[in-house]
Nanobody, 122 residues
Framework: QVQLVESGGGSVLPGGSLRLSCAAS????????MGWFRQAAGKQREWVSS???????TYADSVKGRFTISKDNAKNALYLQMNNLKPDDTAMYYC????????????????WGHGTQVTVSS
């Protein structure tokens, strides 16, 4: 059974950085796609980044060049390094997993964490 627990959120000034972590149990890195999604207040959940079972990394245009997805197999952890944060990045951030290929559609992910809040404000 897959369990995902996010941490690392907080409040930062514009231009600041945060690193989100997702402790993953029950996940096979060689079989699962891992993704980060976010949901701002009053908006739909949107895809941020994915890490495929083969190691391919993809990013939404809005975060490309600022965010980096990575994993640590030994720690069973997924990370999202977020640099040069902007107020538009304010949202609840979720870690998700699905077997097989990656997708930008949150409906295709069966397993989700409870989220960690990121607030970017001056």
């Amino acid at each position: 059974q897959v369990q995902l627990v996010e941490s690392g959120g907080g409040s930062v000034l514009p231009g600041g950085s945060l690193r989100l972590s997702c402790a993953a149990s029950g996940v096979s890195w060689s079989l699962h796609c891992m993704g980060w999604f976010r949901q701002a207040a009053g908006k739909q959940r949107e895809w941020v980044s994915s890490l495929s079972s083969g190691g391919s990394k993809t990013y939404a245009d809005s975060v490309k060049g600022r965010f980096t997805i990575s994993k640590d197999n030994a720690k069973n952890a997924l990370y999202l390094q977020m640099n040069n944060l902007k107020p538009d990045d304010t949202a609840m951030y979720y870690c998700a997993a699905r077997p097989g290929y990656c997708s930008n559609d949150p409906k295709r992910y069966n397993d989700w964490g409870h989220g960690t809040q990121v607030t970017v404000s001056s």
